[in-house]
């Protein structure tokens, strides 16, 4: 029988073969498909069903079509046939009932009724109807395209039997198992599925085939199917828009569609007349008709309400979403709402047009693109439908977005909060020059006033906005350099910058289209009000003065808008710029004041108090402030150092908005910009260098110096007037000091006069403001020594260095005992002149030609400029470097090393100066604190270096005793200590002596004694238990001593650790003992051996060796 069967699929599949094409003709097909039809009817299996399959694909569409019920009935009886079935043969047939019903049309409503309902029986799960089966997914799909292609494949009028009443439960079983795979299914592919046959079943799918076209009447019958399953499919539907991110943007993108186009079909305003009218007799449907739903007014009141929620949180989920493709289908879902159910749905319209407006600054072309068409389109329906005009209803959304927006800022996360400023400056772009129409009205301007100064609260919490204490010079500030970097904000109530550039964009927005002068005289008052409100409020005014001016506009929608007057933005800037530095928004603390702290250092500091040797008056040189008025708290610390940030930057943005313009403004804006460049506070720095480049920029200056050279008459002038009232104006000195740092030599002939009264100043005010006034001799002297470098010069004096190191060759047996001879007579006295010590302290030369200089004082050439301001500022130091405060002190000594180095090449100047500061400068090596005692030390190296010996009897009588005993003494300590050791203070003083002693004993060319206290001093710090840099520096002190004296360096060490023998160069001498020969290895033993090493190179140990050969 079997062999019967295929040898007829073998006879009918040669006639198909000798066919040039498919088979036309209906009879040929019929029988040509007959024997596989039949033999899948009696034996259901998945290769008949491939075999059927094949066939199928040798007939025509048009004989399909006549063949459409003869076909399909063996594969629906096999999806009929009870019992379980294997999940390849049920994929099988649906995959080949799908193929027919692609190329045919469904006319007869049985066959579409029976069809449908077969497969939806497949979906469904045997046990549990209500439920998808728990089926493979690719099942799931081949049930899900058969669905898809029957709905397409329903031919006319029989579609839209489909929505009559008496179908209602079948197909509200159908959409619950399609919404059931959407929002349940794990797989994209089979959720994308259910969603298409949604949209199939809802007549709403937008694929490129034919579909059937619903009339008036129809729509409405499909409007009323669909009212009863609204709930279920938009409560289903949101629940997959807001699901989980990882199931991809094409299913939220395909469920929002079904989404908005069941709404629609629903809520059409063209269905709202008809409401009243309903043929259907209920009677007749019985227990049907109570799923009917009649959409009265208050149907569609309840519905609409309800709607509103679900809307809201589909334009939550999806308007910050990361991909442009959702947020593109939001868009088309507001324009379907609001071009079909505008009436119907009143109270979506808001959050439509917001969903709007939010889009229109995508950052996605196509997006904008589409939001730009929509808008136009719903205003152009409100202008023909003459109803409100679009700029009545979002001024009135514009409002309610205004009320929202602080608790939006608190309440959401930083997308959501960006969607809604995108919102709001999308309402401005929309409105456009009608902003200033808006912003006439006093509630909406308050409104939106006092959003932004609720949102742009800043955050003063962070303790380290006061704790940072430096800046650095500005360079290079060139029109073509990069732009200023001002300091990152930190707001209250939101932590992204993009929030922070759409706040800017909207009140440039403001400006560029508001009343500019109504919006800064009430964004002054503002700034009066309240400090809560001042720098929210200086912010805002900014951003509304650069919008004004066009800066960083994108003004192509309203072209049209004229540029404002460049004389009323000028107005309006001089009147900002009078409010931000007058004395009260200008002077404003930025760190706690220093009376407390000088008090404590005058208390604890072991020299005595300048105001303690008065008798009853300790407390009178302290200002009044400090005993009466509480010290600001860390929160107004930090709220007056961004709002004096705010202020600068405004000044720079002025600047910019006005260009060149803005010159005539530099009399009153570039001396409050100086005084701020020399704040304390880092921030204030940063801002006022960053104001200074705009100002460059603006007003045409290559750099910080020509500017401060062009303008310096002035500014000179002002600083003059102010040091003499430095009760009111105390930061005077700061002006000067940046004046300083940013110009070059050619401020000197103008700068001679104020350092003068500077000088005067310092000598009238000692006690009150010394460290100010040294902050600003600081600068000039460091702008002394940048702008006139000391010429080099071979120095009058050069290190003894060893013979050997200076001729390797034989050693010369004589000259050696010579040498020692001298060297012996010497240490005992002979052929040494007695000397007065008194002379000896003094400069020879100076006094020597004492009565000589006053007879040719006429003929005394006169000193440098640059040279008698650095003999003047060095007078000052002499008695400054005794100030009870430390920070003074350690200003001092840094002044002290400038003045020095200035003076160096005025020898006759330069010593009796060293002489007047000589006392003090001791107290401060051998008698101060451990952290001005290395500063100190500096010093003296650097005089050492300049006046040479001048000073070696000095230290070595006065410095060198005390600072090898403080080595000897915690040489000790330091061995025994642990890695946290290197942070103390007497570690760092350890270091700084040790690092400078070599070079100064070089310099000073010091002998025989005191180049042993300096070895023994500096023997324990080779040991390996010191601190790694400690040794280093231990290791420098000694290869400098070997350049004074290499034999006294040698024995030195030898004496410690002598690895060899030493056999005498002749028979005649007797041999060496050295103490340090036979000693066991030690911890000294590695460093003595390295030094040794670099002081006897091998070819030495040779020389030796051969010696006594040569005598021979």
């Not at 186009?261 to 629903?266: D, E, F, M």
């Not at 200023?484 to 904000?489: D, F, L, P, V």
């Not at 701020?676 to 290559?702: I, P, T, W």
């Amino acid at each position: 029988m079997s062999s019967t069967r295929r040898s007829t699929q073998i006879s009918f599949f040669h006639m198909w073969r000798m066919a040039d094409s498919q088979i036309d003709d209906p009879k040929i097909a019929f029988a040509y498909l007959r024997p596989s039809c039949v033999l899948l009817t009696k034996e259901p299996s998945l290769p008949n069903v491939e075999a059927l399959s094949g066939h199928l694909r040798a007939v025509s569409d048009g004989a399909l079509q006549r063949l459409q019920d003869y076909v399909l009935f063996p594969l629906r009886f096999v999806l009929k046939i009870p019992g379980s079935k294997r999940e390849g043969l049920v994929q099988a047939v649906l995959e080949t009932m799908a193929y027919v019903l692609d190329i045919t049309c469904v006319r007869s409503w049985e066959s579409l009724r029976d069809l449908f309902s077969e497969l939806c029986l497949c979906l469904c799960s045997p046990t549990d109807p209500g439920k998808p089966a728990p089926a493979s997914e690719e099942l799931k799909l081949a049930v899900l395209h058969c669905l898809d292609a029957l709905m397409h494949a329903a031919y006319g009028d029989v579609v839209f039997k489909m929505y009559e009443p008496a179908m209602l439960p079948g197909l509200g079983a159908a959409v619950s198992l399609l919404l059931a795979l959407a929002e349940g299914e794990n797989a994209r592919g089979v959720q994308t599925a259910a969603l298409g046959c949604l949209l199939s079943l809802f007549l709403q799918c937008d694929c490129p085939k034919i579909h059937a076209e619903a009339q008036e009447e129809d729509r409405h019958m499909l409007g009323n199917s669909l009212a009863t399953f609204l709930p279920g499919i938009t409560r289903a539907l949101s629940h997959v828009i807001g699901g989980d991110v990882r199931q991809g943007h094409m299913v939220i993108v395909k469920a929002m569609r079904v989404w908005y186009r069941t709404v629609a079909l629903v809520m059409d305003d063209d269905q709202l007349p008809k409401t009243g009218i309903e043929n259907v007799e209920l009677a007749q449907l019985g227990r049907v008709g109570e799923l009917v739903v009649r959409r009265t007014p208050s149907w569609r009141k309840s519905t609409s309400e309800r709607l509103l929620l679900a809307l809201k949180k589909v334009i939550s989920f999806t308007s910050t979403h990361q991909h442009w493709r959702v947020r593109l289908e939001l868009v088309c879902l507001s324009d379907h709402l609001l071009t079909h159910c505008s009436k119907s749905l009143p109270e979506c319209v808001g959050p439509l047009l917001e969903a709007l407006v939010g889009a229109i600054n995508d950052e996605e072309p196509r997006v904008r693109e589409q939001c730009g068409g929509a808008l136009d389109e719903v205003a152009r329906r409100n202008q023909e439908a003459g109803g409100r005009g679009l700029t009545d209803v979002l001024s009135e959304s514009l409002h309610g977005l205004a009320s929202a927006l602080p608790r939006l800022m608190r309440a959401t996360d930083d997308k959501r909060k960006l969607f809604v400023l995108s919102a709001f400056l999308g309402y401005l772009k929309i409105l456009g020059p009608k902003v200033d129409a808006v912003l006439s009205s006093a509630v909406h301007l308050n409104r939106i006033s006092k959003a932004l100064m609720q949102v742009l609260e800043l955050d003063v919490m962070d303790v380290r906005i006061v704790e940072e204490r430096s800046f650095a010079p500005l360079k290079d500030l060139g029109p073509d350099a990069p732009e200023a970097q001002y300091q990152k904000k930190c707001f209250l109530y939101f932590t992204d910058d993009k929030i922070f550039l759409a706040l800017k964009q909207i009140c440039r927005m403001l400006g560029y289209y508001g009343n500019l002068y109504l919006l800064a005289d009430h964004f002054l008052e503002l700034y009066k009000e309240s400090s809560v409100y001042r720098k929210q409020a200086a912010m805002v005014l900014n951003e509304i003065i650069t919008g004004a001016a066009g800066v960083g506009m994108e003004t192509a929608n309203h072209s049209e808008h004229p540029p404002i007057n460049q004389e009323d933005l000028k107005c309006a800037i001089m009147s900002v710029m009078e409010e931000y530095v007058s004395l009260n928004n200008w002077h404003l603390p930025t760190a706690s004041e220093h009376s407390e702290r000088e008090q404590q250092e005058k208390l604890h500091s072991p020299l005595p108090s300048i105001s303690s040797s008065r008798e009853g008056n300790g407390l009178q040189l302290l200002p009044a402030s400090a005993a009466g008025s509480r010290p600001p708290t860390l929160h107004q610390l930090n709220g007056n150092i961004w709002q004096l940030c705010v202020q600068l930057e405004g000044i720079g943005s002025f600047a910019s908005a006005l260009g060149a313009d803005f010159r005539p403004l530099l009399m009153t804006s570039l001396y409050p910009v100086l005084e701020k460049a020399g704040d304390d506070s880092l921030l204030v720095s940063q801002s006022a260098l960053g104001c200074m480049r705009a100002l460059c920029v603006a007003c045409d200056y290559r750099s910080p110096e020509e500017l401060v050279i062009a303008n310096a008459d002035y500014l000179l002038n002002d600083v003059s007037l102010n040091l003499g009232r430095l009760g009111v104006h105390p930061h005077a000195p700061r002006v000067l000091a940046v004046m300083f740092t940013h110009s070059d030599a050619g401020l000197l002939p103008l700068v001679a006069d104020v350092v003068q009264d500077v000088l005067t100043a310092l000598d009238m005010s000692y006690d009150q403001r010394s460290l100010h006034f040294c902050a600003v001799l600081h600068s000039l002297m460091k702008a002394l020594v940048r702008w006139f470098p000391a010429r080099s010069r071979e120095r009058a004096h050069h290190p003894t260095v060893s013979p050997r190191a200076q001729d390797p060759g034989q050693l010369d047996l004589r000259r050696f005992l010579l040498d020692y001879r001298k060297q012996k007579d010497l240490a005992e006295g002979i052929g040494i002149e007695e000397e007065d010590p008194a002379v000896a302290e003094l400069p020879s030369a100076p006094v020597a030609r004492e009565e000589e200089e006053e007879e040719e004082e006429v003929v005394k050439p006169e000193l440098p400029a640059h040279v008698s301001m650095a003999k003047d500022v060095m007078e000052r130091c002499a008695h400054l470097l005794s100030d009870p405060s430390m920070r003074v002190r350690l200003k001092v000594l840094d002044i002290m090393e400038l003045c020095v180095e200035v003076l160096s090449e005025v020898e006759n100047e330069l010593l009796p100066m060293v002489h007047r500061c000589w006392p003090a400068l001791l107290q401060r090596l051998t008698n101060d604190d451990p952290l001005a005692i290395p500063q100190a030390f500096r010093v003296l190296c650097v005089l050492g270096e300049t006046c040479g010996d001048f000073l070696r009897r000095r230290v070595s009588k006065e410095v060198l005793p005390r600072l090898t005993w403080t080595l000897r003494r915690q040489a000790e300590s330091s061995a025994r200590s642990g890695p946290l050791y290197t942070h103390t203070l007497a570690y760092k003083l350890q270091l700084a002596v040790l690092r400078g002693l070599g070079p100064l004993c070089v310099r000073l060319d010091l002998v025989d004694s005191d180049l042993d206290h300096v070895s023994e001093a500096c023997l324990p710090y080779l040991s390996c238990r010191q601190p790694i840099r400690l040794q280093e520096a231990c290791l420098s002190v000694f290869r400098h001593l070997m350049l004074v004296d290499p034999d006294a360096c040698w024995f030195t060490l030898s004496e410690v650790c002598c690895p060899s023998p030493h056999e005498p160069p002749h028979a005649r001498l007797l041999p060496v003992r050295l103490s340090g020969m036979g000693k066991p290895r030690n911890e000294l033993t590695d460093n003595v051996m390295k030094l040794l090493d670099e002081l006897c190179p091998p070819w030495e140990h040779e020389a030796i060796s051969d010696a006594p050969e040569a005598s021979d």
